[in-house]
């Protein structure tokens, strides 16, 4: 429940991160947004959408104690647990934000209009004269110590769960596994697909109308189906 609250709160998050400036600049003449502004928005959007995949990871946790060592899940999965992990995790994603943030603010930009409906590290790095060479390793960088490093834990988590549900021979057992973790891995596939596609490779395939297709996917229709799901 603590998790799924935070979820909840998270995509809440990112949508009024996101959905105002966008129907600000759908809506009015006038579509500047000012750079400190940009920088602001630039720094939440990443805090916020990295903070989605570490408590993923958090929650594929939680199903790998629930279905691997059910008699010890109460112990292991307290409340005092969860709330180390959420404070933890939100310190790790605003630092690394903030530096981010920080060293985007360093680059030098040719031009100053954002072909996107908010302020992301795509098109900013699209704007920015500095070498490819150092703008793909800043991506690198963010994209492996913050959303590659919950993936791979996810993956290792899921691993686990697949080992012990092969064990079991109840097929009642079986069926409960199963619906336990299927919510959570179409999540976990909506995000991380939405993300790759976005954020993972080299600038030279960079194509910015269907990166906004993807963000208002990822950042407005994702949102949406995660409580249904």
């Not at 996107?116 to 004269?129: A, E, G, Q, R």
Request: hydrophobic share 50%.
């Amino acid at each position: 429940i603590f998790c799924l609250s935070q979820l909840s709160f998270i995509d809440i998050f990112l949508t009024t991160i996101t959905v105002p400036q966008m129907l600000v600049h759908t809506l009015s003449v006038n579509k500047t947004i000012s750079f400190n502004h940009c920088m602001l928005q630039l720094f939440f959007f990443m805090a916020v959408g990295s903070m989605e995949g570490h408590l993923l990871a958090a929650m594929a946790y939680d199903r790998y104690v629930a279905i691997c060592d059910p008699l010890r899940y109460s112990a292991i999965i307290s409340n005092r647990f969860c709330l180390r992990i959420t404070l933890t995790s939100w310190v790790v994603v605003s630092l690394n934000s903030l530096l981010y943030s920080v060293l985007v603010t360093q680059l030098t930009f040719c031009g100053n209009k954002v072909t996107h409906f908010f302020c992301d590290i795509t098109p900013l790095l699209k704007l920015s004269c500095t070498r490819p060479v150092v703008s793909e390793m800043l991506i690198f960088t963010e994209g492996v110590a913050v959303v590659v490093s919950p993936f791979f834990f996810i993956l290792g988590s899921y691993a686990r769960i697949g080992v012990a549900i092969a064990r079991m021979h109840s097929v009642a057992a079986l069926h409960k596994a199963l619906s336990t973790c299927s919510s959570h891995i179409l999540v976990v596939l909506l995000l991380y697909g939405s993300v790759i596609r976005m954020y993972l490779r080299p600038s030279s395939s960079y194509d910015l109308d269907q990166d906004r297709q993807v963000a208002i996917f990822y950042t407005v229709v994702t949102p949406m189906l995660n409580p249904l799901i």
